[in-house]
């Protein structure tokens, strides 16, 4: 039976993950230049319907009953996120106020997840539920490899299973994540077409590339924590040959 041994040196293991950083970073980084681009050109067309982020949010939860939800404008560009621990959707003031395709796309996304929460559309909830858990997978990937792997103070397949572990909490996250955010895409789509918020033809194709761009950087946050995770699980399976 052939084996592969996967036990790096310090340096080998600085390098991979040097590597490894600078892959996933320049993913990450593609994924938000593309994102921003597509958001400030298109935050420069107007909707003819001449509705507000704002405008269209509130009409959006009006239109399938949601009362306890309130609409925040907050500063900053692309902050924009629903709360349901509180029951808030914040909007950058850019598009709290803004009557631009990107605005309107932008505030219906977020609607979308106040929807989903709504009819406990069941992905939102598993992610809303891994949220803790997630939280502590992120602090345990940032301190193993200095405390185990350089410290010595956790035994390497130990800090090896640790960091595999981690890392596939934080790559089930991101996967979970994905239908969550194309769901609520979907569903900004659909509520601006038949609303009429958003004119069919050239300003729904707008408004679509600004939301198919954000969507990207999901897709890379899940490959950079899935290339994580496989490393170390091979890492792992490699030193079980070994022993």
């Not at 084996?3 to 993950?17: A, E, H, S």
């Not at 003819?48 to 704002?54: E, R």
């Not at 796309?105 to 609607?111: D, L, M, Q, T, Y």
Request: charged residues 15%; aromatic residues 12%.
């Amino acid at each position: 039976m052939w084996r592969r041994n996967f036990r790096q040196t310090p340096i080998q293991y600085i390098m991979t993950m040097l590597l490894l950083f600078f892959g996933t970073l320049a993913l990450s980084l593609f994924a938000s230049w593309k994102v921003k681009s597509a958001y400030n050109h298109y935050s420069k067309v107007p909707a003819s319907s001449g509705y507000t982020g704002a405008q269209i949010a509130q009409r959006i939860l009006d239109l399938n009953n949601i009362r306890d939800v309130t609409i925040q404008a907050t500063p900053g560009e692309l902050t924009d996120h629903y709360d349901p621990s509180n029951r808030r959707l914040v909007l950058s003031e850019k598009n709290y106020y803004g009557t631009s395709v990107a605005a309107l796309g932008v505030s219906a996304h977020e609607c979308g997840h106040a929807i989903q929460h709504k009819e406990l559309y069941a992905p939102l909830q598993w992610r809303m539920a891994a949220v803790g858990i997630t939280g502590i997978a992120s602090q345990v990937v940032m301190w193993v490899p200095f405390i185990g792997m350089f410290g010595g103070l956790i035994p390497y397949k130990l800090a090896i299973t640790i960091m595999a572990l981690g890392f596939g909490v934080l790559m089930l996250f991101q996967l979970v994540t994905l239908p969550v955010e194309f769901d609520a895409t979907a569903r900004a789509k659909k509520v601006l077409a038949s609303t009429g918020a958003v004119a069919m033809g050239q300003e729904y194709n707008a408004m679509s590339k600004v939301l198919d761009a954000a969507a990207l950087t999901y897709v890379a946050a899940f490959v950079s924590t899935l290339s994580y995770f496989l490393y170390y699980l091979l890492r792992m399976m490699g030193g079980r040959n070994d022993d």
